[in-house]
Nanobody
Framework: QVQLVESGGGLVQAGGSLRLSCAASGRTLNEYTMGWFRQAPGKEREFVAAISRFGVTLFADSVKGRFTSSRDNIQNTVYLQMNSLKPEDTAVYYC?????????????????WGQGTQVTVSS
């Protein structure tokens, strides 16, 4: 069993930056592929980014070039650095993990989820 806790969300102006953290307990994160998803009001949860246990990353087209992801296996934490934020990035952001070495891009690919952290980008 893995427990994930996101932090770092908040209110930021368009063009600003935020760094989300996803801290894990219960198991070591280096056993898992990590994913980031977001869900805006009235919309389905959508894939944002993923990072494999080997550090390979994948990003949704909507955030490519603006977001990066990294992992600190010693701290058992994964990060999502979000730059050049836009109002359309406003959503609840979730981290998730899966035991497969392969990156997944649908929410069904992931086994454990955090509770989410709100990101609001004002125009």
């Amino acid at each position: 069993q893995v427990q994930l806790v996101e932090s770092g969300g908040g209110l930021v102006q368009a063009g600003g930056s935020l760094r989300l953290s996803c801290a894990a307990s219960g198991r070591t994160l280096n056993e898992y592929t990590m994913g980031w998803f977001r869900q805006a009001p009235g919309k389905e949860r959508e894939f944002v980014a993923a990072i494999s246990r080997f550090g390979v990353t994948l990003f949704a087209d909507s955030v490519k070039g603006r977001f990066t992801s990294s992992r600190d296996n010693i701290q058992n934490t994964v990060y999502l650095q979000m730059n050049s934020l836009k109002p359309e990035d406003t959503a609840v952001y979730y981290c998730a993990c899966r035991s497969s070495v392969l990156i997944g891009i649908t929410h069904n690919d992931y086994d454990y989820w955090g509770q989410g952290t709100q990101v609001t980008v004002s125009s």
